[in-house]
């Protein structure tokens, strides 16, 4: 699991292990692991070439430390100080007394696409998101000529706690410290971060108390692994979890039957198709084993495919009376305003329905994702799993927000949604914390979609088999 700090207590601990160390022990452990990472990278020394862009900054300094160790190396370094007159001194001294040749603006341009690298040390967490002017030439040079880059920290131009994708430079490894940084795990900053290497530097986060709890989990293979529900000899259908589904209507029949798929290829004990007479018909049509009739249930998933239901509401507070765990999903999100809910439900919308829920606008949950998910759990009382390219899943006051393994962009089709919450309609039946049920349901969808082609959402979920045989092996 990727821990991920804010920029407040990144700068806190960094600031703690300032006080413990000898003077620029920090930054000679960042440039050491930053030369390791590019050494790997470009294979051998011998006729190698790279281009080092220092700015003002303790990112300039690491990579024109790193610069001249490989120069010391025999690789060919170039370096350019972006800010003129505003470099880390020592590391440009000992860059350019290793054999680094210093290059203005135009140089740098010119070389791109002829070094077989470029070291991005422009700026780093303080910067302003969004590069402009130089900065900004020098990040689409680098984009047009192909040239692979290694960004120190994190892509200059990007917000590190943010989500946004800024005009920035696009790197294809970042080498960070102490710490991953929220737009190394966050759509779409993301996906100009590259492969990431995170690199211990003596940063105690004990040290410096509550302050240092992470504000992101990026949720790995093996941690679902460890927490997916798996029978034992003495398991039986009830144990493993019943499932009511009270989704679809006659206008939308086929939301209902996408989240019985969902849950049964997730590996429910029981499936109770509890709505609308048409939906349970067509879902036992598709999967035989589904029960219609009334009964103990263990979870329920409702909302998919209500359409407007004038009795949306009534029919919502009388599951929740139930005192069993509930998802809520889609149009039955409308009526949370007007029942109480607790952090064992699960509100499971899109930005467009989180948007809705908090009357902000879409352009406003994109923007701050965090801020928001971490407003509508607090808000509503209820645990939120908000979907799309980066699933996030809050827990009421809590301070850190579960990621879940990230997947193609291939999910993004309708009827997706309805199968999610059939998997974690599951999960939450088989006694999982609505928070870990959302991340791992939402980390199964996730890593399927990648293993396989482009399938629908029903097909997909058929495909849940082989995703859980891999990870979870002998268990």
Excluded at 70 to 99: D, K, N, S
Excluded at 131 to 143: D, F, I, M, P, Q
Excluded at 255 to 274: E, H, K, N
Excluded at 335 to 344: A, G
Aim: hydrophobic share 45%.
């Amino acid at each position: 699991m990727l821990l991920v700090h804010s920029v407040e207590s990144i700068r806190a601990a960094e600031e703690e292990a300032f006080a413990r160390t000898e003077a620029g022990e920090l930054m000679e452990r960042a440039s050491d692991a930053l030369a390791t990472s590019l050494l790997r990278d470009l294979g051998h020394t011998d006729g190698t070439t790279l281009l080092v862009l220092a700015g003002p900054g303790n990112n300039g300094g690491d990579a024109l430390w790193a610069g001249a160790r490989l120069a010391g190396r025999g690789v060919r370094v170039w370096v350019h100080a972006v800010v003129p007159g505003r470099v880390h001194p020592a590391g440009w001294a000992a860059c350019t007394e290793a054999g680094a040749t210093s290059v203005d603006l135009e140089g740098a341009i010119s070389l791109m696409g002829r070094v077989d690298r470029i070291v991005d040390g422009v700026f780093g967490i303080g910067g302003h998101p969004g590069l402009t002017g130089e900065g900004l030439r020098l990040a689409e040079a680098a984009e047009r000529s192909g040239t692979p880059v290694t960004s120190v920290d994190l892509p200059s131009g990007l917000a590190a706690d943010g989500a946004a994708a800024h005009p920035s430079f696009r790197a294809e490894r970042t080498v960070t410290f102490g710490s991953a940084k929220a737009c190394q795990v966050l759509q779409p900053a993301a996906e100009r971060c590259g492969e990431i290497d995170v690199v211990d530097i003596g940063l105690h986060w004990e040290a410096i108390g509550e302050l240092g709890a992470p504000i992101l989990r990026q949720w790995e293979a093996a941690d679902v692994a460890a927490r997916w529900p798996v029978p034992t000899c003495r398991s039986d259908k009830y144990s493993r979890g019943v499932v009511g589904v009270d989704a679809g209507s006659a206008t939308y029949p086929g939301a209902g039957v996408l989240v019985a798929y969902g849950a049964a290829y997730a590996g429910t004990g029981m499936i109770r198709s509890l709505g609308a007479a048409e939906v349970a018909r067509a879902t036992l049509a598709a999967i035989p084993s589904v029960v219609t009739a009334p009964g103990r249930v263990q979870a329920w998933v409702v909302g998919s495919g209500w359409g407007d239901r004038h009795d949306g509401a009534i029919r919502l507070a009388e599951i929740l009376d139930q005192e069993v765990p509930v998802l809520i999903d889609a149009d039955g999100l409308r009526h949370v305003p007007d029942v109480t809910l607790s952090p064992e439900h699960l509100l499971t919308p899109h930005a467009g329905e989180l948007a809705r829920l908090l009357q902000v606008s879409r352009a406003e949950v994109e923007e701050d994702p965090l801020g928001h998910i971490h407003r509508a759990a607090d808000l509503f009382g209820a645990t939120v799993l908000l979907k799309g390219a980066t699933q996030y899943v809050a827990t009421p006051w809590e301070r850190t927000v579960d990621v879940a393994v990230p997947g193609p962009g291939w999910t993004a089709q309708a009827g997706s949604g309805d199968t999610l919450s059939g998997v974690c309609g599951s999960l939450l039946a088989a006694g999982l914390p609505a928070a870990e049920a959302a991340v791992c349901g939402a980390s199964l969808q996730a890593l399927t979609a990648a293993a396989e082609p482009p399938l629908p959402p029903h097909a997909l979920a058929q495909r849940f088999g082989v995703t859980l045989r891999g990870l979870l092996g002998d268990r």
